[in-house]
Nanobody, 122 residues
Framework: QVQLVESGGGLVQAGGSLRVSCAASGRTLSSYVVGWFRQAPGKERTFVGI????????TYADSVKGRFTVSRDNAENTVYLQMNSLKPEDTAVYYC???????????????WGQGTQVTVSS
């Protein structure tokens, strides 16, 4: 199995940028589809973006399309979420997850990181 650790969260002003990372250990990340999800206080965990195994294809939630980009460096066993033009409503804990299916649904993923907090101030 694979272990995932997110990093790079923090506090940023609206309009700013942040990049969060998801580092994997235990197995090579190219064996998995990797998705990014987020969860705001009192709300359900929702889909943000997804990268296929080789980084050649990505899908995004409508709320982040054009602002967020998922990329991966399989040599470094790491997946990134670049977030630009951040808005206060992007404030949430961001999670990466690994699984075998290209899916926007949380139940499709077998392995999850612990999450990293992203806070966007207005």
């Amino acid at each position: 199995q694979v272990q995932l650790v997110e990093s790079g969260g923090g506090l940023v002003q609206a309009g700013g940028s942040l990049r969060v990372s998801c580092a994997a250990s235990g197995r090579t990340l190219s064996s998995y589809v990797v998705g990014w999800f987020r969860q705001a206080p009192g709300k359900e965990r929702t889909f943000v973006g997804i990268s296929n195994r080789y980084g050649g294809s990505a899908t995004y939630a409508d709320s982040v399309k054009g602002r967020f980009t998922v990329s991966r460096d399989n040599a470094e066993n790491t997946v990134y979420l670049q977030m630009n033009s951040l808005k206060p409503e992007d404030t949430a804990v961001y999670y990466c997850a690994a699984g075998g299916r290209y899916s926007t649904m949380t139940y499709a993923y077998d392995f999850w990181g612990q999450g990293t907090q992203v806070t966007v101030s207005s």
